[in-house]
């Protein structure tokens, strides 16, 4: 039994498109949670119904059963109590009248080795006519003249003949009817409680899923803006987690789109500046008539050009990385951190090589295995050699340092360049925030870009100077990143 009701449209997307052999796998039809607490609720009470029915019709046989058997068994006292006074007859039938039920008895009585001495000798002996001899009476089933029958038997003492065997029978239609009519009553009146109590089980389970219907109106009824959490006093108890799930997924939304908001603003005003500057250069350029002047105008523009896209190449990466950190997060790979640090280091080594730096990898040689995604650990090691090569003088040195530390790996990149104040320090991870005096034209995300992928990568990053600067008016920068540590491939985590 299914009571669970499909829409047209989930019907419809079941089934794959006629005469398609490569349709896909079918999709999974839409619950009812309703229809299926009343498949649960309802199944079970049809399946149990016919065993009730055949265990009462069973209790009932026995019900109906022990009276007769207790007439019975009285009976057959009155009848060995003649017996026993008169000797060997058996009474008239007036003797036990108001003790037979309808249709009589048959009765009997033997002697003890086994002779008819009256009634119908139709009756067949007992199952063993030695014993039991005790006196007491005993109950058995028999067929008599192709009736099932019902026999009591007793032997009984009588004078100058012995131990006889007195026996009394009766049909058993008379059990069979009473426990049919008692079967009767009690599954008569179950054909009307059974409907009523499914149409009550129906109604009452629509009651009971209003609250859910109340929930689903309420929050229909919301702005498309308002991201608030659903107050979960109003929603029933069983579904709490599901409205704290729920919760949870507005937060991130708001977080999302908040950072996004924060993005385009900050997007578009950078992006004003350097643009409303190329406008101004290209309308001066054509006013200019002197070809120097003109060229000159042309190499402003090729400077602002190469500024404004490294400012947008910053502000998609910085993009990316926030939106890839769910990814970084729930699907990370492991991977030998040496490999990104080093295809970062030779894509930048030309701009090291053009401003005469010193450029050195000190890695170890085995493997540095952590978990997390390539491409953003690329980006990091990118942004940090990026900033290490701006701010460092021409005729300097940048190193770049990984370390095993126990159950972390770290990664360290030291330059000899002008450094950052310790009261700057905490500033610099702010977006667009630029260190002035340094001479150098950045657009304030590299650290920012760094500090959000270390985040999602669980790393921890820390700012110092650069001890093996040998130059006080340019102390240097150390910049540290420290990632929690991954056991090799096929080895087992401690």
Known sequence: MSVGATTPVAAAAEAPAAGDPGAGPKLRRQRSLFGEILDWMLVPLLLVWPLAIGITFLVAQAIATQPFDQGLQRRLGVIAAWVESSGATLPRESAVAGTQPPGGLLTQLRAGDGRVLAGDPRLPDAPDAQWPRDGAAHLRDADVGGQRMRIAWRWVPAPHAG??????????????????????????????????????????????????????????????????????????????????????????????????????????????????????????????????????????????????????????????????????????VLLDLRQPVRDALQELAPMALAKSLELEFDAPEHALWVRGNPMLLQELAKNLLDNAIAYTPPGGGVAVRLRQLDEQVMLGVEDTGLGIAPPEREMVFRPFYRVLGTGHDGSGLGLCIVQEIARQHTAAMSLDDNPMSADPACPGLVVRVQFPGAPAPGAEPS
């Open 163 to 332: 131990l006889l065997l007195v026996q009394v029978a009766e049909g058993l239609q008379q059990r069979s009817e009473l426990a049919r009519n008692i079967v009767r009553g009690v599954i008569l009146p179950q054909f009307v409680i059974v409907p009523i109590s499914i149409l009550l089980v129906w109604f009452g389970l629509g009651q009971g899923i209003i609250p859910l219907d109340e929930l689903q109106a309420r929050i229909r009824r919301r702005r498309p803006d308002d991201l608030s959490p659903i107050d979960q006093r109003e929603a029933p108890e069983e579904i709490a987690p599901l409205v704290d799930s729920i919760n949870s997924l507005l937060g991130r939304l708001e977080h999302s789109i908040h950072t996004r908001k924060r993005f385009i603003a900050d997007a578009a005003h950078q992006l004003k500046t350097p643009l409303a500057g190329l406008r101004m250069q290209a309308e001066l350029a054509q006013r200019q008539t002197n070809p120097e002047e003109l060229r000159t105008s042309l190499r402003q523009i090729e400077v602002s050009v190469v500024r404004t896209t490294r400012l947008v190449n910053q502000l998609l990466a910085l993009a990316r990385a926030e939106n890839q950190g769910v990814l970084a997060q729930r699907s990370p």
